[in-house]
């Protein structure tokens, strides 16, 4: 068994105060190392939010997170962030190498060690050629591609990201997805993710946690058994994945049909 990499226990948060908005209330989960989980919820739910609370971002009304055991107080040295919106998360006045070796710098890393780590995930990720290039010169594809690279660069013990592919056309997103799914091989990677898209959740992951609408809680910790490799028209094809689309489907049916 795997040991623990986040454990999330009781976590709720209330904006606004004791009479504010409610967002999330009471979520418990644990992601174990090496996991790729995905957490799916209807538009609104607080998805957002429970992955600001997680990253540290924000501090949560209630309840506690932890990386690797310790007790997550602003947002860790070994946690990186994947967002949604790729052309405000990039420098447009710095390269794509620059832009990868950012937060390198914090980290204490000289500058040939900064250098050779953005080299190696720009050519994993397909932009070797584009390192001297600047973000606004790339597509929307390539600029997540950036995004990406520079969050593997930090060799994180947690990547979360935040309906990262969203804002792509679908083909470039199935190419992210396998990209994600070929980085969490290579380098190890344990992987929290935001998303509305059901089929992109079960696509995507070891387990799937399905959220109410707000306040957010868990309505099913579904275990997803798809094999490790899998393939854009095979594995959304198979039974089993029409199986699980539909469970998670009905699930998030019958939680909006309930408070509405």
Request: with cysteine.
């Amino acid at each position: 068994m795997s040991e623990t990499m986040l454990s999330v226990a009781g976590l709720g948060h209330r904006y606004g105060g004791a009479n504010g908005h409610l967002a999330i209330a009471d979520l418990s989960f644990d992601v174990r190392a090496g996991e790729l989980a995905c957490i799916v919820g209807p538009s609104g739910c607080g998805k957002s939010t429970l992955l600001r609370a997680i990253s540290g971002l924000i501090t949560a009304s209630d309840g506690e997170v932890r990386l690797r055991g310790e007790l997550v107080r602003g947002v860790p040295s070994d946690l990186a962030v994947v967002f949604q919106d790729y052309s405000r998360s990039l420098f447009p006045w710095l390269s794509v190498r620059s832009n990868v070796e950012f937060p390198l710098r914090s980290r204490g890393l000289g500058k040939a060690e900064r250098r050779e780590r953005s080299d190696e995930v720009l050519e994993w990720v397909g932009l070797g050629d584009a390192a001297a290039k600047y973000p606004w010169q790339l597509s929307g594809g390539m600029q997540q591609r950036v995004s990406i690279a520079r969050a593997l660069a930090c060799r994180p013990a947690l990547l979360l990201m935040d309906e990262p592919f969203a804002s792509v056309d679908a083909q470039t997103r199935f190419e992210l997805e396998d990209l994600l799914l070929g980085a969490r091989k290579q380098f190890g990677s344990t992987v929290l993710l935001v998303t509305h898209d059901i089929d992109e959740s079960i696509y995507l992951a070891d387990r799937v946690f399905v959220l109410s609408r707000s306040p957010a809680s868990i309505v099913r910790d579904l275990p997803v058994d798809l094999g490790a490799e899998r393939d854009q028209i095979a594995t959304r094809q198979s039974a089993d994945f029409v199986q699980l689309r539909s469970e998670v489907a009905q699930l998030l049916d019958v939680r909006t049909a309930a408070r509405t």
